[in-house]
């Protein structure tokens, strides 16, 4: 059995369900809004990249290290982004969260907050999970400021780490969460989406 089976996760007016070919027109819809694989530090396809991106993700399901999920809107169901579970390590009961992009029109709306609630209240009230991790670049302020948000920990850098899409070599930042340090972020998340609600 594997360690994260297909999973149907909703709130807020998001839903996260695994990932598979009949999202691909509305992935290459989401990736084009704000065209995002011009970005560097992102994971984002490009249009015509989109079918392998699936592919890709999901062999690497098949082989239980990457669980990746798309993002839809409940109402329109249109498709919103990604985001997966990866470098799954069952033994140690570990997670981490990345290959997250979305289209730009929800960027800096409650959409990933909401879908780091729904990953994070997985990972460690369904899977049991010990340590969440997450990693970027180190040029990614954005997402490094975002995971802080979250009551993530730096653990450190790993210089020298990994390529680029435009081959330049990139030193990844490196984050997790306890199950210790899990009830307070919760706590902190419900709060935002509290918050959003009111001002929604």
């Not at 990736?31 to 995002?36: H, M, S, Y």
């Not at 999901?58 to 290290?65: D, F, T």
């Not at 997985?122 to 948000?149: M, P």
């Amino acid at each position: 059995m594997a360690f994260v089976e297909a999973v149907r996760l909703a709130a807020q007016g998001v839903v996260l369900e695994p990932l598979g070919l009949q999202h691909e027109a509305g992935l290459r819809a989401a990736t084009q809004d704000g065209q995002l694989w011009t970005l560097r530090v992102t994971s984002a396809p490009e249009p015509d990249q989109v079918r392998s991106y699936i592919e890709t993700a999901l062999a690497a399901r098949e082989q239980g290290h990457r669980f990746a999920f798309a993002v839809l809107d409940e109402a329109s169901g249109d498709v919103l982004g990604t985001s997966s579970y990866h470098d799954i390590v069952p033994a140690v009961r570990r997670v981490e969260i990345g290959y997250t992009w979305y289209a730009k029109r929800v960027q800096r709306t409650h959409v990933n907050s909401t879908c780091k609630l729904l990953l994070l209240t997985h990972a460690f009230e369904t899977l049991q999970c010990q340590i969440v991790g997450w990693r970027t670049d180190n040029f990614n302020y954005a997402s490094q400021k975002a995971i802080e948000r979250l009551g993530a920990k730096k653990d450190g850098v790993i210089r020298g780490h990994a390529l680029r899409r435009d081959g330049t070599i990139r030193d990844t930042v490196m984050y997790s969460m306890s199950a210790f340090e899990w009830p307070e972020a919760r706590a902190q998340l419900l709060d935002q989406q509290a918050k959003y609600r009111a001002h929604g």
